[in-house]
C-alpha cells in the first residue's frame, strides 16, 4: 500500500510538473528582426529593427501552443540610410513620435509536422491592429549553450500589406509604377533563453 501510494503521489508531481508552464526569454544578441520591400518595381531594400524583446509561455516540450509575446521599437529602424530612416519614423510611415512601439500576441500556435508551425496573432502597428498569419521553423533545443542555458531557436517568415496599418506613404515614377512596394516580407530569427 505504502509503495502504491508514492507512486501516485510521483506520478501526480510528474504531471503537475509537466502541466506547468514555461517561460522563455528572447536572447537579442544571437536574434534579429530583418524585412524587405520592393524599390522602383525593380530591387528591393532590406532593413531591421535593432531593439526589441519578447517571450513565450509553453506547457509542453515541442511548444505546441505556445503563448507569445513581441514588442519592437520602431525607432530603432536602420535600412543603412540615415535619411532613408528618418522618413520611415515620419508620419509618412510609422509615424513614431506618435507610436514609438510595433507589438505581437499570439493567438494559436500550431504544430504541422515536424519542425514546421503556424503562428498566428495580432500585429499593431501605427495604432492599427491586424490580424496576422505566419510561418515557423523551429531549430531545436539544446540544453546547455555553454553557459548553463537552456536555448531554443525559430526562425519565423511572412508578409503583410503595410497598407492595412496606415502606412501608406507612396510616389509614383515617371514610368507609372510605384517608389516602395505595398507587401513587406519578414525574417525573424530568434533564440530563446528557458527561464
Do not use: C
Not at 535593432?50 to 513581441?70: C, H, P, Q, R, V
Amino acid at each position: 500500500m505504502k509503495k502504491a501510494i508514492t507512486l501516485f503521489f510521483t506520478a501526480a508531481l510528474s504531471l503537475a510538473t509537466y502541466a506547468q508552464s514555461a517561460t522563455w526569454v528572447v536572447d537579442p544578441s544571437h536574434s534579429n528582426v530583418n524585412f524587405s520591400v520592393s524599390h522602383l518595381v525593380i530591387s528591393e531594400v532590406d532593413g531591421i529593427f535593432k531593439s526589441f524583446k519578447g517571450n513565450l509561455t509553453s506547457k509542453s516540450e515541442d511548444f505546441s501552443n505556445a503563448k507569445i509575446n513581441f514588442e519592437i521599437d520602431a525607432n530603432s529602424i536602420d535600412t543603412k540610410n540615415e535619411k532613408r530612416d528618418g522618413h520611415l519614423k515620419s508620419e509618412d510611415f510609422f509615424y513614431t513620435e506618435k507610436h514609438s512601439k510595433i507589438s505581437f500576441k499570439s493567438t494559436s500556435f500550431k504544430k504541422q509536422k515536424k519542425n514546421k508551425y503556424i503562428l498566428k496573432g495580432d500585429l499593431t502597428m501605427r495604432g492599427v491592429t491586424k490580424s496576422i498569419t505566419l510561418n515557423v521553423k523551429y531549430g531545436g533545443t539544446i540544453a546547455n549553450d555553454g553557459y548553463g542555458n537552456i536555448k531554443a531557436g525559430f526562425i519565423i517568415t511572412g508578409a503583410l500589406n503595410r497598407i492595412d496599418y496606415g502606412v501608406a506613404w507612396n510616389a509614383k515614377t515617371e514610368h507609372g509604377g510605384l517608389t516602395v512596394g505595398e507587401e513587406i516580407n519578414l525574417v525573424v530569427k530568434l533564440e530563446v533563453v528557458k527561464q
